[in-house]
Every structure is written in structure tokens, then in C-alpha cells.
């Protein structure tokens, strides 16, 4: 069966300290993983994708095979950066684009 | 930009009660789908909906709950009987297709089930 897990619940830094949000998931096949964040009072969104090594508002994720990890890095946390960030794996098939969510991690940028 | 709607944002009702929620995907998309999401917990998929049938479901979508697409642009959810444990906030996604470029999934806000 397919898991994610996200260790930490709350993530607080300062603004300008580096930030990573840890991500490890289980799975048999192939995996395609998400970062999704949820930013206050907002709807969940896609913030990148493994497949398409972007960076996205300067965050970054490299997919780790061989410690199944899928971590999420920003050298320099800025405070619009606050939000829930939902590390999320896929099984595409046929059916559709089923995700399983990890628990998510509340990241609080202080001033 | 399209978005997902969902309503009504929040619902209370009673256990017992049936419970509709609904939801209008973006118009060009294929695929839809509902999650949940208790509070302090995961968000967990519950079903996936292509060509005016279920494709997949999670183990939590049991005869209890059901889905339908009636008019061609609205998503539903219902809930026949509702439980203590069915209280959460309810997500209706859709993509565009299956597949790992397309098939991002757009969310919308969320409806919130309460059950008393």
C-alpha cells in the first residue's frame, strides 16, 4: 500500500533562514509526487511536480529513490511563504489521478 | 482563471439526515473527483468519476455515500444517512485528463459537513 508521511506537524523560521520540509513516502511502482500548499483561507493548489524539476516561487524538490524521500527546500523563507504543505503521491492510471495526501506541514515564517 | 465551486460552504445537520453537497468542476475537464478531510487528519480520496461512472473509489466510499453528475456540469455527493464520524471538510477536485501532465488536480474550497 502507498504512504506518505510528513515527520513534522509545524515548521516555525525566520524570515531569510533556509527552510525544508520533509517528505518520505512507501510505494511499489514508480512514484509521481506533489507538493500541494494551502495558503489562509485559500483553496489547495499545485505547487510543483517532481516529474518537471521546476522551481516554483523559489521552492524546489528532488525526488530521493533510494531514501524514498521527496523533500521540500527554499534557501531563503519569505512571510508570504506561511501555509499548510500537503506532500502528496499519485497512482495515474486509467481512473483518473488519485493522490495520497501526507499529513501535511504548517510552515510559520516570522518576521 | 476557472475554478472549482462547492457548495454550500458549511452544512449542519442532523445524524441520520441525508446530505447533499455540490460541486461545479472546471467546464473542460474530464475528471472529477471528491476527498475528505477530518479534522487533524489526512486529506483521503473517497472516488473518482469519468464518462458518467465511478472509476475508482477508496474503501471509506461505502453504499453510504453516492455521486452523480445530473446536468452535465454539476459534481454531487451524497451522503444517504449521515454519521457522527461522516463530520469533515468535503473537496471536490477535477482534472483535465489521467495523465501525469494534465492530470493536475484543481481543488475547490471545500464544503464542511457537520454532523450533530
Known amino acids: 500500500a502507498q504512504r506518505v508521511t510528513q515527520p513534522e506537524k509545524l515548521l516555525s523560521v525566520f524570515k531569510g533562514a533556509p527552510v525544508e520540509l520533509k517528505c518520505n513516502y512507501s510505494?511499489?511502482?514508480?512514484?509521481?509526487l506533489f507538493w500541494y500548499v494551502q495558503y489562509s483561507r485559500q483553496r489547495l493548489q499545485l505547487l510543483l511536480r517532481h516529474i518537471s524539476r521546476e522551481s516554483i516561487k523559489g521552492f524546489t524538490a528532488d525526488l530521493n529513490k533510494g531514501e524514498t524521500s521527496f523533500h521540500l527546500k527554499k534557501p531563503f523563507a519569505q512571510e508570504e511563504d506561511s501555509a499548510m504543505y500537503y506532500c502528496?503521491?499519485?497512482?495515474?492510471?486509467?481512473?483518473?489521478?488519485?493522490?495520497?495526501f501526507g499529513g501535511g506541514t504548517r510552515l510559520m515564517v516570522k518576521p | 482563471e476557472p475554478e472549482v465551486t462547492q457548495t454550500p460552504s458549511h452544512q449542519v445537520t442532523q445524524m441520520g439526515q441525508e446530505v447533499i453537497l455540490r460541486c461545479v468542476p472546471i467546464s473542460n475537464h474530464l475528471y472529477f473527483y471528491w476527498y475528505r478531510q477530518i479534522l487533524g487528519q489526512k486529506v483521503e480520496f473517497l472516488v473518482s468519476f469519468y464518462n458518467n461512472e465511478i472509476s475508482e473509489k477508496s474503501e471509506i466510499f461505502d453504499d453510504q455515500f453516492s455521486v452523480e453528475r445530473p446536468d452535465g456540469s454539476n459534481f454531487t455527493l451524497k451522503i444517504r444517512s449521515t454519521k457522527l464520524e461522516d463530520s469533515a471538510m468535503y473537496f471536490c477536485?477535477?482534472?483535465?485528463?489521467?495523465?501525469?501532465?494534465?492530470?493536475?488536480?484543481?481543488f475547490g474550497e471545500g464544503s464542511r459537513l457537520t454532523v450533530l
Open positions: 477536485a477535477s482534472s483535465l485528463s489521467a495523465g501525469i501532465n494534465t492530470g493536475e488536480l484543481f
Open positions: 510505494y511499489s511502482g514508480s512514484p509521481e
Open positions: 502528496a503521491l499519485s497512482s495515474f492510471n486509467n481512473a483518473g489521478n488519485m493522490l495520497t
